[in-house]
């Protein structure tokens, strides 16, 4: 069965510095997808990102990066420099290609909260 | 904006009773998704419609049913509630059925005293 650890429930930092959100995940399927969302105090689900099992090449989009080892079955999140508008709840999430339908199973979440 | 909306926004209702959630997906999305987000359970996933048709089923109680209409827009009912089924419920929706991006709703909070 397939399923996302988020061990770090809470994370507090300064404005600045820098952040890492981990996620590890169990699956028996070869083809996978993995997402990160963000769920700011306003409370709804922004989409971040999707990386397939394939594409293990890191990413970076701003201050955001990911980075995506099959080996240990991880799929880290960064912020680089946090500002206080990334305080917000981080989930990870997974969905099978061979799974009925395209359900995400979703991680605990992260609270990260970014002091000024 | 995500372009998936939901309604109501806020619900407040008392034990036994029953309520409607409603979607809208974003447009050209076939697929509509819902979701429970709870304290102690987390995001859980309900259940699945592509087209219309139900796609997936996931831990959705036999209290709980939804549909998918025509013109693509889904409803979840929720009967005999109970105090555990306050939760914040999500609406998600993509344009095909298997591995696509979901887009969330802003979701609709229920209240259950």
């Known amino acids: 069965a397939q399923k996302v650890t988020q061990a770090q429930t809470e994370i507090s930092v300064v404005e600045k510095e820098d952040v890492t959100l981990d996620c590890v995940y169990e699956t028996r399927d070869t083809t996978y997808y993995l997402f990160w969302y963000k769920q700011p105090p306003s409370g709804e689900l922004v989409f971040l990102i999707r990386r397939n099992s394939f594409d293990e090449q890191n990413e970076i989009s701003g201050r955001y990066s990911w980075n995506f080892q099959k080996s240990t079955s991880s799929f880290n999140f960064t912020i680089t420099a946090s500002q206080v508008v990334d305080s917000a709840v981080y989930f990870c999430a997974l969905s099978e290609r061979k799974a009925a339908g395209n359900k995400l199973t979703f991680g605990g979440g992260t609270r990260v909260l970014v002091k000024p | 904006d995500s372009g998936v909306t939901q309604t109501p926004k806020h619900l407040i209702t008392a034990t036994g009773q029953r309520v409607t959630l409603r979607c809208s997906p974003r447009s050209g999305d076939l697929s509509v998704y819902w979701y429970q987000q709870s304290l102690d359970q987390g995001l859980q996933f309900l259940i699945q419609?592509?087209?219309?048709?139900?796609?997936a089923k996931g831990n959705i109680l036999e209290r709980f049913s939804a549909q998918q209409f025509p013109d693509l827009h889904s409803e979840l009912n929720l009967s005999s509630l109970e105090l555990g089924d306050s939760a914040l419920y999500f609406c998600?929706?993509?344009?095909?059925?298997?591995?696509?991006?979901?887009?969330f709703g802003p979701g609709t909070r229920l209240t259950v005293l």
């Open positions: 419609y592509y087209n219309g048709e139900e796609r």
């Open positions: 998600a929706s993509s344009p095909g059925t298997y591995t696509d991006t979901q887009y």
